[in-house]
Structures are given as structure tokens and as C-alpha cells.
């Protein structure tokens, strides 16, 4: 009777997270102590893990934890437990080094858990720290100069380029570009941009200015004033060509000499709540509406009787 042989195909592992990873060949195992090397058996299966023996991820991209969320969370392991398990790999000692999963870990201490669940993975520095920006990124869990922050330690650590960034991270190489332009900003804005006060629309828009001097005051009026991502880059573009921005107002705020055509102006900004010019010479001449979004654009379409 033939001898059938397993498939040799490699385990997957994670859900989703190794598919976006290249294939690497599987570095060489980890020297551990005679009483850790059981438990760090790279199995593919969750194993009970104390907390106490689990180190925080030195590589981790995030810098701010909503507490609020956290106890959430915390309470939610107090009634059913650690529904995923998290990432771990093995160091020297019986100890373990966590690599994604630090929300779960910190609630798990925040419910007085003794244990959690864990799978070991035998992984490089390198490939912890992709794995980590990878869960993060996936989860939307950073705020832009984090990831900005993150896409700088691939390439800096790892010596990696844009491209190889954003084929490791699944992400676009000109939105990996535009992640890193963040940190020219002066700390001060980054930190209005980690703290929500400023967008990432609105901090790619004030990049254009030619100075850090220029970009906090800006900044300030930005967020002094409320203005919205469309209103930052009027203003921006008004602080770089004063002269062009002065010359749109003149003649957007001029007046037709005639009476008639003055109040057939007023009536339409009236009637449509947006702004419209009327330039007449001896009876001829053009309407000018200008609109900001596909809201007023159907305004417009209704108000001429279109669908």
C-alpha cells in the first residue's frame, strides 16, 4: 500500500497580516533556556502566556492609547476574555517580546488578567517592526505623523526606499511620500496635526509655504479661524501670490456701472446663496456663478430648471 506523505505546504498564520508580507526565508531559530524552549515552539496555535513574562514592543509605531477605549476594553476581556490572541516572539530567559496586540496586553493588565493568549512566531527585528506598522496601518490605529514616523524608521533602520515601503505596507508609494513630507513640518504643527487640531489635508496644504516661521502662523490662523481644508489652501495660495489673490478679489467684488445689471446681480446671489458676477459691456457680456462643491453645482442645475 503506498505511503501517503503531508502536504508540505507552509502553515498560514495571522489572519491577513502574513498575505501582506513578502516570503522570506525562516531565519534561524532563537537560542532559549531549556525552560522556555516548550512554550516557545512556533505552532501556529494560541498558547497561555503569563503577562508578566511578556516585554512591550520596543518597534511599536503608536505613541497615544485612548484610555477611555482601553478601559472598554479591559472590561470586555473581564466578562468574555481575549477574543484574538496576540503576536509574541520568543527571547532568551523564558521571556517574550510582544510584536502586535499591545491594546489587548495593556487591557488584560488593566482587567488583572494573569494570562493571555498568544501565538509565538520566530521573526527578525525587521519583520517585527512590518508587522507592526502592517497591524496598525490595517487598523487605522495611527495618526498621521505616527505613520509618517513609522515609514521613517523602515528607512532609516531598514534602509528601505519609498517603493519597497509601499509594497511591504500595501499603501501607494506617493501616499508613503506624502506621510513622510509630514515631518518637515515644525514640531509644534506636528504635534496640532497628532493631537486632531489640524488634518492631514490640512498639513500637506501648508507645506507649500517656504518657511517654518510661515507654516506655524499660518497654523495658528488655521486653527483660530476653523478654516476647512478647501479654505486653508485659498489662504495658503493667498500668502504665496498676494498679488494674483488681490487682483481675483478686486474683480470679483467690482460692481457693474449699470443700475439694472447691478440689481439682476443681487438677485441672483440672493436666489442661489452663492457668488455670481455679471460682466456687461453694452448689453453683452457673461454670467459668472462660482460654486465649491456638487451641492451648490445641483443648486445651480435646479434653480435653471435641470435634473
Not at 491577513?16 to 513578502?22: I, K, M, T
Not at 526606499?161 to 514640531?187: C, H, W, Y
Not at 467690482?254 to 457668488?275: C, I, T
Amino acid at each position: 500500500m503506498p505511503t501517503v506523505t503531508a502536504d508540505p505546504k507552509r502553515r498560514a498564520l495571522g489572519k491577513g497580516l502574513e498575505s501582506l508580507l513578502p516570503q522570506r526565508p525562516t531565519p534561524a531559530p532563537i537560542s532559549l533556556s531549556a525552560a522556555a524552549a516548550p512554550a516557545a515552539e512556533p505552532t501556529g496555535k494560541p498558547l497561555e502566556i503569563s503577562l508578566d513574562q511578556i516585554e512591550r514592543n520596543p518597534f511599536q509605531t503608536r505613541s497615544h492609547f485612548d484610555e477611555a477605549k482601553l478601559a472598554e476594553l479591559a472590561q470586555s476581556i473581564t466578562a468574555s476574555g481575549v477574543v484574538q490572541p496576540i503576536v509574541v516572539r520568543p527571547l532568551s530567559g523564558g521571556r517574550y517580546q510582544l510584536i502586535t496586540g499591545e491594546r489587548r496586553w495593556l487591557a488584560s493588565k488593566k482587567a488583572n488578567k494573569n494570562t493571555i493568549p498568544a501565538i509565538v512566531r520566530q521573526v527578525s527585528d525587521e519583520q517585527t517592526l512590518e508587522m507592526t506598522i502592517v497591524e496598525n496601518l490595517q487598523r487605522a490605529d495611527l495618526n498621521p505623523i505616527e505613520q509618517a514616523r513609522a515609514y521613517q524608521r523602515l528607512s532609516n533602520d531598514f534602509k528601505m526606499t519609498q517603493e519597497q515601503m509601499a509594497i511591504r505596507t500595501g499603501k501607494e508609494r506617493a501616499s508613503v511620500s506624502n506621510f513622510l513630507r509630514l515631518l518637515r513640518l515644525p514640531d509644534s504643527v506636528q504635534q496640532k496635526v497628532e493631537s486632531g487640531d489640524l488634518s492631514f489635508g490640512h498639513a500637506r496644504t501648508l507645506l507649500a509655504l517656504d518657511s517654518p516661521e510661515a507654516i506655524t502662523a499660518a497654523a495658528q490662523k488655521v486653527i483660530a479661524l476653523s478654516l476647512s481644508v478647501r479654505q486653508t489652501e485659498s489662504y495658503v495660495q493667498g500668502l504665496i501670490n498676494p498679488e494674483a489673490k488681490e487682483k481675483k478679489e478686486s474683480k470679483a467684488d467690482a460692481q457693474p456701472e449699470d443700475p439694472n445689471v447691478r440689481e439682476a446681480q443681487d438677485r441672483l446671489r440672493r436666489s442661489l446663496g452663492l457668488k455670481v458676477r455679471i460682466e456687461d459691456k453694452k448689453g453683452k457680456g457673461r454670467v459668472i456663478i462660482e460654486y465649491s462643491g456638487l451641492e451648490d453645482f445641483d443648486s445651480i442645475l435646479t434653480a435653471l430648471g435641470g435634473q
